[in-house]
């Protein structure tokens, strides 16, 4: 084991469910100013706390070789700040990471990288020329010690990121003892930002924008697909290598919800795209649904619900357009509602602690419909069902901004495939309309109406080939 230290490299290696995925929140910072060391902590524990949305179960802060963790919200600055006191967490460079699970691999214990993605074609890895003592270890590993022994030991950059392209969708993070790596695949799969400080004194990586709108000294730009960015205190930032060919491949689900509102990917603004997602779903499903009004569960799709409702008032005029009926502010109640989703699972019904409630008089004896961004187990649907059912509604329909979800690993759920709903009709259907009568019965709407890829492409504005999508998914839409 002791040659494998001798890159002298300290990774953190964050989480991969089952070996092969993890959609995270990452950050990198790193301080020029030798005085202000504590800064790049307040600067990871200030960028996590904007970045809880893209799961808040467990948290790592990590800096001068030492770390600290915990599951649940990041603590208070008094609390973090005695914590780091306590393992004396200061250094001029330091990593930040969010997750909705528990990092998983056992390689953890001993090296570690900041993963936003998921890794392919690992089955053969064992048999790499220059996979030396990593050949008995789990994916994770074996792509830290190829990747770094191409990089810092033989000097080859070009390899190196040529090496990880064929194997990583997403983004990267490493960090040796004095400085951050940073790759972000040739497909652009997951957004990567980075961003300085006017005096160019202050650099930051991470997973996006929204960071902007409280930082707002620090200037954020894209990092390129295909890009490997070095970060460290004596040099600030620097493009080490990039790749001469890109295949735009992006993740859709970071439009429809793993972004916050605020930000923007490759110049499109979360919040516009979401609006014109729920447009272009309204145009289409509008000949068909008759409806008196749209509400949008949870909060992330309200801006495809003002869209939705837009659109369909011009083809319907008697429609109402008005606050949403269902509210879910993202409830607290349970600090590990992201870690385990059986606390999740009707939490109204069994804790009586939800922030959802139905205003009766809006809604009794009407058409209603119900926005939802996806349906995974199909829990939360019902559960929004039942309370409006028994406020009096007359009918339900149910909208879902993105297509079927039968891969939870790779759109950012924290739901194992064989709990998703839509996952045990996969080569029994091959239309949306058919996939929408069954999910219909089996969760009791009146109608369902899931977005097809070709629809969901549209409202994003990027054709379809440069979304990624499952392989079934891709090919289901309408009969129409």
Do not use: C
Not at 84 to 94: D, H, R, T, Y
Not at 238 to 247: A, C, H, K, M, P
């Amino acid at each position: 084991m002791g040659s494998l230290y001798l890159l002298n490299v300290f990774i953190l290696v964050f989480e991969v469910l089952n070996e092969d995925s993890v959609l995270a929140g990452i950050i990198g910072v790193a301080s020029m100013d030798t005085k202000s060391n504590a800064k790049v902590v307040y600067i990871l524990a200030h960028s996590m706390r904007m970045l809880q949305h893209r799961g808040k179960a467990y948290w790592k802060i990590s800096s001068n070789d030492k770390f600290i963790d915990g599951q649940g919200s990041l603590p208070t600055d008094d609390h973090l700040l005695k914590f780091v006191g306590l393992e004396k967490l200061s250094a001029n460079i330091g990593l930040g990471y969010l997750s909705k699970r528990y990092p998983q691999f056992q390689s953890m214990s001993s090296i570690s990288a900041a993963l936003d993605g998921f890794f392919v074609d690992t089955e053969k890895l064992h048999l790499h020329p220059y996979i030396g003592a990593a050949r008995d270890y789990d994916s994770l590993f074996k792509i830290y010690y190829i990747f770094t022994d191409l990089l810092l030991q033989k000097q080859r950059p070009d390899r190196a990121v040529d090496f990880l392209d064929r194997h990583l969708r997403g983004n990267l993070l490493l960090m040796t003892k004095n400085a951050i790596y940073a790759f972000r695949n040739s497909t652009g799969f997951k957004p990567l930002v980075m961003a300085t400080n006017k005096r160019k004194s202050m650099y930051l990586l991470a997973s996006e924008n929204s960071l902007q709108t409280s930082l707002i000294d620090l200037k954020f730009k894209d990092v390129l697909p295909g890009q490997l960015i070095k970060l460290n205190d004596a040099d600030g930032l620097e493009i080490i290598e990039t790749l001469d060919y890109s295949n735009l491949m992006m993740d859709p689900f970071e439009f429809v919800r793993e972004s916050n509102v605020a930000a923007t990917i490759n110049g499109k603004s979360i919040y516009q795209v979401r609006k014109n997602i729920g447009k272009e779903q309204a145009k289409f499903v509008s000949k068909w649904l008759d409806i008196d009004s749209a509400h949008a569960e949870p909060d992330y799709t309200r801006p495809m619900t003002l869209g939705f409702s837009n659109e369909y008032h011009r083809h319907h005029e008697n429609f109402d357009i008005s606050e949403g009926i269902i509210k879910d502010r993202y409830d607290d109640s349970d600090h590990m509602i992201d870690f385990s989703e059986e606390v999740s699972k009707n939490k109204l019904l069994f804790t009586g602690r939800s922030l959802k409630f139905v205003v009766k008089e809006l809604i009794e004896n009407k058409r209603i419909a119900t926005i939802q961004g996806t349906i995974q187990t199909g829990s939360t649907v019902m559960e929004t069902m039942y309370y409006l059912r028994d406020a009096g509604v007359k009918k339900i329909s149910v909208i879902v901004t993105y297509p079927p979800t039968i891969d939870g690993r790779q759109v950012g759920l924290y739901t194992q495939n064989r709990d998703l709903i839509a996952n045990k009709y996969v080569g029994q259907v091959s239309t949306i309309d058919q996939i929408n009568e069954k999910i219909g019965k089996q969760i009791g709407a009146d109608t369902v109406y899931y977005n097809s890829p070709a629809i969901l492409a549209k409202g994003i504005g990027l054709p379809e080939n440069n979304l990624w999508f499952p392989e079934w998914v891709r090919f289901l839409d309408y009969r129409n």
